[in-house]
């Protein structure tokens, strides 16, 4: 076996497959909550040139660790080194989105466009997290370095948000969707464009393409979603997507004011009273 040989087999470790909330699963999902909390405890006002900082570590850490997981896909080393690239596992899914989100945004100046980026990785990145994190069963597979990749890049998607909007760098209230979802139809469009040209170069005749998972050329696979796609034109179905993810996202911003009001400190009895006398 070559040197070469030899790397994609370390690469290629084993592990039983673990188990949905076994120790593995929770191990992480703990992990990126707690770092979370911890970045929002150690920076509680943090300014635009630490929060890009951040953002370019987070977003080059899941980059370097898409290119491990592309690698240990595409190459194969059980008859000599062959290559043969896995188009189902292109990266440009829903969850693939945060790491080039947050690159883009650790490198633009502050603005319109950056502050949008940031309300999309606050919002949209969370709720990508969770939904592998809570239940990850299609994720989890035999080789130990993947299921780590894995779980440290949906973890970190949680981790960014619970500091973004923790910190209260990007502002908990109703209008900071409207930005965040405004981010997230642009990547949805790109999505479609991605498998249209997919479908009309003939790679579909050969290979699985379908990212976002709501190409109109691919069997339906989304949970509700697969139900409602065929009955709909595909721009249709898109804009449904789009609100119905966005809802999603709402929902982590709602929990996020509500939590703001719980955890914003009062002023003691003592001073609300002299405030009184004095007004």
């Not at 300014?47 to 997981?69: A, C, F, H, P, Q």
């Not at 949970?223 to 119905?244: D, G, R, T």
């Not at 929902?251 to 004095?278: C, W």
Request: aromatic residues 16%; hydrophobic residues 50%.
């Amino acid at each position: 076996m070559t040197f070469w040989a030899k790397i994609l087999e370390v690469l290629d470790a084993r592990m039983e497959e673990p188990p949905i909330y076994g120790w593995f699963h929770l191990l992480f999902f703990a992990a990126s909550i707690l770092f979370g909390v911890w970045l929002c405890r150690k920076y509680r006002q943090p300014d635009t040139r630490l929060v890009k900082k951040i953002l370019l570590i987070i977003s080059l850490v899941s980059i370097g660790l898409e290119i491990y997981k592309q690698i240990n896909y595409s190459f194969s080393y059980q008859d000599g080194i062959t290559y043969d690239f896995q188009w189902y596992a292109f990266p440009f899914q829903f969850c693939s989105t945060p790491m080039y989100v947050g690159l883009l945004a650790g490198l633009l100046p502050d603005g319109k466009l950056y502050r949008a980026l940031t309300a999309y990785l606050a919002t949209f990145s969370p709720f990508a997290g969770l939904c592998v994190m809570l239940y990850p069963e299609q994720v989890f597979i035999t080789t130990i370095g993947i299921n780590i990749q894995t779980m440290i890049c949906h973890g970190l998607m949680i981790s960014l948000g619970i500091f973004l909007l923790g910190s209260n760098y990007v502002a908990s209230e109703h209008k900071t969707i409207l930005p965040a979802m405004s981010v997230f139809a642009v990547l949805a469009a790109v999505a479609a464009v991605m498998n249209e040209i997919a479908y009309f170069s003939g790679l579909l005749e050969r290979e699985t393409f379908n990212m976002f998972y709501f190409s109109p050329h691919c069997e339906p696979s989304l949970p509700v979603f697969s139900l409602v796609q065929p009955l709909v034109p595909p721009v249709v179905s898109m804009i449904i997507y789009v609100l119905v993810f966005t809802l999603a996202a709402y929902v982590i911003l709602l929990i996020s004011m509500g939590l703001h009001k719980v955890f914003r400190k009062k002023p003691p009895v003592e001073v609300e009273q002299k405030e009184k006398i004095t007004v």
